[in-house]
Nanobody, 126 residues
Framework: QAQLVQSGGGLVQAGDSLSVSCETS????????VGWFRQAPGPTRDFVAA???????YYADSVQGRFTISRENTRNTVTLQMNSLKPEDAGLYYC????????????????????WGQGTQVSISS
């Protein structure tokens, strides 16, 4: 079992920056991939970014070049730094953990993530 505690988020204006963080505990001694997903109003959680245990990163096309995902293994923390925010970036952001390795499309598939955080709201005013 893994536990995920999210922090950060809030309300900013378009063009501003914001970060959300995810601290993991539990089964973190095994190789893990941590991903971020966004849920706008509606049931779907869309892939935003992911980082593997060896720091390979993957991004959705819509955030490439604006968002940066990083992890600090000593603190079991993954941070999503979001710059040049747009109104369409708003939503409920969830971090998630996949036990094991992934590459390419696998890292973007929310169905492969076993554990999820509680969600953090990111609101953007235009």
């Amino acid at each position: 079992q893994a536990q995920l505690v999210q922090s950060g988020g809030g309300l900013v204006q378009a063009g501003d920056s914001l970060s959300v963080s995810c601290e993991t505990s539990g089964r973190t001694d095994r190789p893990t991939t941590v991903g971020w997903f966004r849920q706008a109003p509606g049931p779907t959680r869309d892939f935003v970014a992911a980082i593997t245990r060896n720091a390979a990163t993957y991004y959705a096309d819509s955030v490439q070049g604006r968002f940066t995902i990083s992890r600090e293994n000593t603190r079991n923390t993954v941070t999503l730094q979001m710059n040049s925010l747009k109104p369409e970036d708003a939503g409920l952001y969830y971090c998630a953990v996949m036990i094991g390795y992934c590459t390419g499309p696998g890292c973007r598939d929310r169905r492969l993530y076993q554990f999820w955080g509680q969600g953090t709201q990111v609101s953007i005013s235009s």
